[in-house]
């Protein structure tokens, strides 16, 4: 069969409706009709989008082809009767239906859209061709304390040597300045090496990939346009390609334009550029890119680990020279070779498989409301099914009326749930947070349609199931002889049946209180903490100086001092500072740094810590608190007075006990000077709320020999401001153009900006957890309330007898009440074992709180009993109103 | 005869059609210019009234010629005889397909 057939898929999912027997020919004849029109379309070269869509709306109409055949047969079978017979039925209660499709409807709906969040990122593979075979290639150093990625040196290495991979590439998510009219805009781009396109098995939409000259050192200058870049900047004109874009200052040249859908991991690059490799100086232990591979057909990820175990043990023989070998072997390096997939999805697995069982019990707890109502109904409808039965229906055929009832209710319920799930979805992609992977894959298509599907069929028989336990066609036979009963023994049997129905729903309904407690009580935690550094009135934003903008490192760390003054010149602006980056801005540097009172013997490890180069009152700007010795002054720096600051877990962990000034550090590598700590300074939370604080070192704004100082040439300002830090944006762009035009500010935040992305995956998973325990309570209020009124109804005799032999109101409210609590009871103690035993998945998700926190669980256990109480209250006080003689005259 | 099948004028299209050489869905489809979505129906209503055969190909001719099998609709005796109530109902009709008459 020709590839890339549009609607095979369709037609499968189609053909599902069709009755079995006549199934496979049908389907036979849809795909064979549609692979020949489809060949005819694609024999003369690439097919018009008219008549691709025209094939694609022909196809869809096979739906309704299936939809008659499934007709006919119902009409054959005299199920179509049946459905018309529960329809009808159903519509004479429409309070009763409109509750049960409503209800169905809240806990179809929610789990459509959480599948639908979980198929997007977890469960549809990637969608590159045989993604399967794709691979992501990283290291671990240190037993995996160390997460190291690729370097260059290793990339070189393994291309020439591993014969596990049918191609491997590399690539680096970076920012350029991108110049045109005289105007620059910061851009994120994607460095990688020639084969990336190939390994991922895509290729541009027009023009063509890099080639491997394109990635080795004196290579064409050329670069690749992403689709939105190509309509945005070139109006989507095919003449791009040739023409050529100021990036960085260099000219380069166009060769290609990526398709529309596509983006490895996600779709922020704009653009993507060669990624220059020398093997002969690409340097081995400078880990930084990221790698991936495509498997060849015979290997498998085992086999590739091996060999690259392998050719890592030989690192020596290949570099006898350098001695980056023997460093790597210290540190213990070793690969870490993984599917594509679970690199790309990471840790947000487990938040969403948490999300899709919150969601199941949801729709646990609706079906049984669902199926109590059904068996509340049934109860009202005996006379009339037994009257069915005594005049010749079979049993089969009650059933079958129950059956059809039930498969109404889940159909109306999941159509109605496909509109709840298609306005959560559309609400939540809102708040999702920004690094959920894949979020642009996510959407409802024919997996999710089957998914709903599935969970309809499975609610029609849930709650189908019910009543048709509870009845047999003898017993109605024999209620048509006694008449309905009323408080008869098989009454007490179906209040057992509807009660243990209200405690599993209140079981339930407490597990996912206890989660979204836990939820809240993390998130306030990690508002609570004090991270170590102010957010309140801060402004951030990226500052980048390019070398061939400013060549001298005098220029570009004057650039900076100078933009530093101009800024504090400004009316509301009450401190200026500048970082490599600022507190969870993402930007530190993670490298070997050697203390000269430590020296490292021979089987030592490398000491490592969070570096940051700031400039002068940077510290004083985040509010980051100085507890001994002084912060930087100018004049310190690689040119002038060589001296750093640490932070006091560092202090601490070199020094315990003692004073950390005075001592000298400096960075790992061969020829470095000593830099002398002046300060400590206080803990911070720099890379995420949840970690513990990173021992960090802070570096001068140049750093580097006295011969040669390196300023950083990217660089946040922080701008504590009198006001609204947001104001401050246009003030801020003004005076860096008037500085150089051509250098742009990008990516401007306020630090509560950065505090809420911190918190997002937490915020996140608490609202959805609140939104489907606050469901999940609703519901469980509604079945006890039914359950208990139901209760009252039936003992309305009895409790009229009570009245009228002397009982008072009170003790007859209790009694009922007491019946509430029983329930509630039961199901808040199996609740809290299930919670307690389920708790444990969610301790990753947790910050600052156990995951079996009794005081979670003691409130959230007596708000439920307090709550549902309080909803057999009000079928209780109907009870003790119950006006004796009129009860006794009621039957 | 009472007919076994309501004749409109789709239903009318579909038999002129096939009766024309249009014998296979997607051809049918092309040939009468319906809505893509009326004209499967109708095949299969007519072919469970007996009006029309759906019998499949030569599975050697199919691949002979590199395309799938294909399904080909005819009359049958009891679709030949309901013709001369769509030449006489739908004249006009008639001539959009040449060679049905």
Redesign the interface.
């Known amino acids: 069969?020709a590839d890339g057939v549009p609607g095979l898929r369709l037609i499968a999912f189609a053909a599902r409706m069709v009755p079995a027997a006549r199934r496979a020919?049908w389907r036979?004849?849809?795909?064979?009709?549609v692979?020949?029109?489809w060949?005819r379309l694609t024999s003369a070269g690439r097919p018009s989008t008219m008549a691709v869509a025209r094939l694609r709306?022909?196809v869809l109409?096979?739906l309704?082809?299936a939809l008659?055949?499934m007709k006919?047969t119902m009409t054959m079978t005299g199920l179509l009767n049946d459905v018309r017979f529960a329809a009808r039925s159903l519509f004479r209660y429409p309070m009763f239906t409109a509750i049960a499709v409503l209800t169905l409807a809240l806990g179809i709906g929610a789990n459509t859209a959480v599948f639908t969040l979980v198929d997007g990122v977890l469960l549809s593979p990637l969608p590159y061709s045989d993604s399967e075979r794709l691979v992501s290639i990283e290291h671990l150093g240190r037993d995996g304390q160390d997460e190291l990625s690729m370097s260059t040196g290793l990339y070189a290495l393994y291309r020439e040597h591993v014969t596990a991979t049918r191609s491997l590439a590399l690539h680096t998510s970076a920012a350029v300045n991108l110049v045109s009219n005289g105007e620059s805009e910061r851009i994120a781009v994607q460095a990688v090496t020639p084969g990336f396109f190939e390994v991922l098995g895509v290729s541009p939409s027009s023009g063509r990939a890099f080639v491997d000259e394109e990635g080795a050192p004196g290579g064409e200058q050329v670069v690749i346009l992403s689709d939105g870049m190509w309509k945005s900047r070139f109006g989507g004109d095919p003449s791009a390609i040739g023409q050529s874009l100021d990036i960085n200052g260099t000219n380069r040249r166009i060769i290609g334009i990526m398709p529309e859908e596509f983006g490895y991991p996600d779709r922020t690059a704009q653009l993507w550029l060669p990624l220059v490799v020398d093997p002969t100086t690409a340097p081995l232990a400078a880990f930084g890119p990221s790698g991936i591979a495509r498997l060849a057909d015979d290997a498998s990820i085992e086999s590739l680990d091996t060999e690259l175990r392998g050719l890592i043990s030989r690192l020596m023989e290949f570099f006898p020279d350098s001695g980056a070998p023997a460093f790597l072997a210290e540190v213990g390096l070793r690969p870490l070779v993984s599917p594509l997939k679970e690199a790309v999805v990471g840790e947000v697995g487990t938040t969403l498989l948490i999300l899709l069982g919150t969601v199941g019990f949801v729709l646990l707890i609706a079906c049984a409301n669902v199926a109590n109502l059904l068996l509340v109904r049934a109860e009202g409808r005996q006379r009339e099914l037994a009257l069915r039965i005594a005049v010749g229906a079979g049993r089969a055929q009650v059933l079958r009326t129950f059956l059809s009832e039930s498969i109404i209710l889940a159909g109306a319920g999941s159509l109605l749930g496909l509109v709840v799930a298609r306005i959560s979805l559309t609400l939540t992609t809102r708040m999702l947070p920004s690094d959920l992977p894949r979020a642009h894959e996510v959407g409802l298509d024919l997996r999710v349609l089957g998914f709903t599907f599935a969970i309809a069929v499975g609610c029609a028989l849930f709650f189908g199931l019910f009543p048709l336990l509870r009845y047999n066609a003898d017993d109605l036979g024999t209620q048509l002889r006694d008449g309905a009963a009323h408080g008869a023994t098989g009454g007490r049997d179906r209040n057992r049946l509807r009660s243990s129905l209200v405690v599993v729903q209140m079981a339930l309904a407490l597990v996912l209180l206890v989660g979204s407690g836990l939820m809240l009580r993390s998130f306030q935690a990690l508002r609570a903490m004090d991270p170590g550094f102010e957010t309140e009135r801060i402004l951030t934003a990226r500052i980048t100086v390019p070398e061939v903008e400013i060549s001298s490192w005098q220029e570009a760390a004057g650039f900076y001092r100078t933009l530093g003054d101009r800024l504090r010149g400004q009316s509301g602006v009450e401190a200026v500072g500048f970082a490599q980056s600022v507190p969870l801005g993402a930007g530190l540097g993670f490298y070997s740094v050697e203390l000269e009172d430590h020296p490292r013997g021979p089987s030592e490890l490398p000491v490592f810590a969070s570096n940051n180069q700031i400039e002068v009152g940077f510290l004083e700007t985040m509010g980051i608190d100085l507890v001994e010795g002084r912060t930087f002054v100018s004049g310190d720096g690689a040119e002038g007075t060589r001296v750093v600051v640490v932070s006091k877990s560092f202090a601490d962990h070199w020094w315990p006990g003692r004073s950390a000034l005075g001592r000298n550090v400096r960075l790992g590598f061969p020829e470095e000077e000593w830099y002398q700590i002046v300060g400590v300074v206080e803990d911070t939370h720099y890379l995420s709320l949840e970690n513990d604080p990173q021992e960090m070192i802070f570096w001068p704004a140049t750093i580097g020999t006295a011969a040669n100082p390196q300023p950083t040439r990217g660089m946040d300002v922080a701008v504590r401001t009198a006001g609204d830090p947001t104001a401050f944006v246009a003030v801020l762009r003004r005076e860096v153009q008037a500085l150089n035009p051509r250098i742009p500010v990008s990516n401007p935040r306020t630090m509560d900006d950065l505090m809420s992305a911190a918190t997002a995956r937490t915020s996140f998973t608490m609202s959805l957890l609140g939104a489907a325990s606050g469901i999940a309570l609703l519901l469980g209020l509604v079945g006890i309330y039914g359950v208990i009124s139901y209760i009252v109804s039936q003992r309305t005799r009895e409790i009229g007898v009570r009245l009228a032999l002397g009982a008072t109101a009170p003790s007859v409210r209790g009694m009922i009440v007491r019946q509430g609590f029983v329930l509630t009871a039961g199901g808040v103690c199996i609740g809290l074992v299930v919670a307690a035993g389920l708790s444990r998945v969610m301790a990753s998700l947790l910050y600052g709180v156990s995951a079996t926190d009794p005081l979670t669980y003691g409130l959230v256990a007596v708000s439920l009993v307090i709550v549902s109480l309080s909803a057999s209250w009000i079928p209780a006080r109907r009870a003790a109103g119950v006006d004796p003689s009129r009860a006794l005259r009621s039957e | 005869m009472g007919r076994l099948f309501s004749l409109t004028y789709p239903t009318a299209a579909v038999l002129l059609a096939i009766r024309s050489g249009h014998r296979y869905g997607f051809d049918i489809m092309d040939a009468t210019g319906l809505p893509d979505g009326t004209v499967y129906p109708i095949l299969r209503r007519l072919e469970r009234r007996g009006v029309l055969s759906g019998k499949w190909e030569d599975e050697d001719l199919a691949r002979s010629e590199q395309r799938p099998q294909r399904r080909y609709y005819q009359l049958t005796p009891v679709g030949e005889e309901s013709m001369a109530e769509v030449l006489d109902r739908f004249p006009a009709l008639v001539g959009l397909f040449p060679g049905a008459a």
């Open positions: 069969m020919t036979k004849e849809w795909e064979g009709e692979t020949w029109a060949k709306l022909r109409t096979c309704i082809d008659w055949e006919e």
